[in-house]
């Protein structure tokens, strides 16, 4: 049984930092992609990064560029997310994904698995 399992999560000032991880189990995905995506209430499900699989290569949404950092350790089957500067609109549930299909995208409907999601709060 695949599981992804968000960790890190939780409530930070405007301008602070947290680090989310993303522990996957009952596959390796070292080849695929991985990514993180978000969902603020009221919004729809948003792309935040993706870390190929196999080649070093990612991806980040603009409103997080220069702000966020992702990686991967396939030994550990797991990926982070390295957020500075946060900010008041940064607030969502976070959600881990993974795919069997392709080694980068920055489409959801291309992620097989999904973590249950962490809550991140901003206060200002």
């Known amino acids: 049984q695949v599981q992804l399992v968000e960790s890190g999560g939780g409530l930070v000032q405007a301008g602070g930092s947290l680090r989310l991880s993303c522990a996957a189990s009952?596959?390796?995905?070292?080849?695929?992609?991985m990514g993180w995506f978000r969902q603020a209430p009221g919004k729809e499900r948003e792309f935040v990064t993706v870390?190929?699989?196999?080649?070093?290569?990612?991806s980040y949404a603009d409103s997080v560029k220069g702000r966020f950092t992702s990686s991967r350790d396939n030994a550990k089957n797991t990926l982070y997310l390295q957020m500075n500067s946060l900010k008041p609109e940064d607030t969502a549930v976070y959600y881990c994904?993974?795919?069997?299909?392709?080694?980068?995208?920055?489409?959801?409907?291309?992620?097989?698995?999904w973590g249950q999601g962490t809550q991140v709060t901003v206060s200002s």
């Open positions: 009952g596959r390796t995905f070292s080849s695929y992609a």
């Open positions: 994904a993974a795919s069997t299909k392709t080694r980068y995208s920055d489409y959801a409907d291309d992620y097989d698995y």
């Open positions: 870390v190929a699989g196999a080649v070093p290569r990612w």
